[in-house]
T-cell receptor, first 116, second 110 residues
Framework: GAVVSQHPSWVICKSGTSVKIECRSL??????MFWYRQFPKQSLMLMAT?????????EQGVEKDKFLINHASLTLSTLTVTSAHPEDSSFYIC????????????FGPGTRLTVT | EDQVTQSPEALRLQEGESSSLNCSYT??????LFWYRQDPGKGPEFLFT???AGEEKEKERLKATLTKKESFLHITAPKPEDSATYLC???????????FGTGTLLAVQP
C-alpha cells in the first residue's frame, strides 16, 4: 500500500493566488522529504529538500520566496506556491526516504496544479 | 558531476518479447541505484534498490542488475500492463538526493 500521501491530487487556482500542497509519510517518520516538479514527458526535477526543524534547501534556480516549504512534523511537509502564475502549472511530487537495513525512497501520488 | 543516462528513450515490444533497459551512471561514491515505474499522471512506484556491482534483484517479470558503470532492467515475457515509463536514479556522495535519468517509455502491444 501507499507509504507517502499527497493532498490534494489536483487543484485549479487563479493567477495571483496561493496554493498549499501537503505531503505525509504514512507509517514511518521522515526527517527529510523532497519536492519535485515534473513537466509533461520530462523526468523529475528536484526543487528542494525539506528538513524537519530547519530551513529547506533549494536547488539552484528555484525561488525560495515563491515556493515556501514547511516541514511541520516528522510525517508532514507542505509546499506553498505563492502568487501562482500559469507557468507554475505542473505536476508536483514529494518523496520521503525510509532508512533501515536499506535506503528506500518512496514517492507520493503527485499533485496536478493548473493556474488559470 | 553525477549523471544518469537512460536508453533507449522509448521502446515498443510485442507481448512476450523480452528486452532490457539500460541505465548508465557516473557518481562519486555510489550509495544506491534505484529503479522506479511511473504510470501517466501518477508518482513513481519503487521497484528496486541495488548497492554493489554484481547484485541482482527480481520482481515478477522484472530483474535488475548492476555493474560499476551501468544497470540493466530486464523484462521477461512482458505483458501490456508492463507499459509505463521506467526511471533510474542514483544516490551518491554525502547527499540523500536522487539524480534521475530521463526515463524509458515502454509500450507493450498485445
Amino acid at each position: 500500500g501507499a507509504v507517502v500521501s499527497q493532498h490534494p491530487s489536483w487543484v485549479i487556482c487563479k493567477s495571483g493566488t496561493s496554493v498549499k500542497i501537503e505531503c505525509r509519510s504514512l507509517d514511518f517518520q521522515a526527517t527529510t522529504m523532497f519536492w519535485y516538479r515534473q513537466f509533461p514527458k520530462q523526468s523529475l526535477m528536484l526543487m528542494a529538500t525539506s528538513n524537519e526543524g530547519s530551513k529547506a534547501t533549494y536547488e539552484q534556480g528555484v525561488e525560495k520566496d515563491k515556493f515556501l516549504i514547511n516541514h511541520a512534523s516528522l510525517t508532514l511537509s507542505t509546499l506553498t506556491v505563492t502568487s501562482a502564475h500559469p507557468e507554475d502549472s505542473s505536476f508536483y511530487i514529494c518523496s520521503a526516504p525510509r532508512q533501515g537495513a536499506t535506503y528506500e525512497q518512496y514517492f507520493g501520488p503527485g499533485t496536478r496544479l493548473t493556474v488559470t | 558531476e553525477d549523471q544518469v543516462t537512460q536508453s533507449p528513450e522509448a521502446l515498443r515490444l510485442q507481448e512476450g518479447e523480452s528486452s532490457s533497459l539500460n541505465c548508465s551512471y557516473t557518481v562519486s561514491g555510489l550509495r544506491g541505484l534505484f529503479w522506479y515505474r511511473q504510470d501517466p499522471g501518477k508518482g513513481p512506484e519503487f521497484l528496486f534498490t541495488l548497492y554493489s556491482a554484481g547484485e541482482e534483484k527480481e520482481k515478477e517479470r522484472l530483474k535488475a542488475t548492476l555493474t560499476k558503470k551501468e544497470s540493466f532492467l530486464h523484462i521477461t515475457a512482458p505483458k501490456p500492463e508492463d507499459s509505463a515509463t521506467y526511471l533510474c536514479a542514483v544516490r551518491g556522495g554525502a547527499t540523500n538526493k536522487l539524480i534521475f535519468g530521463t526515463g524509458t517509455l515502454l509500450a507493450v502491444q498485445p
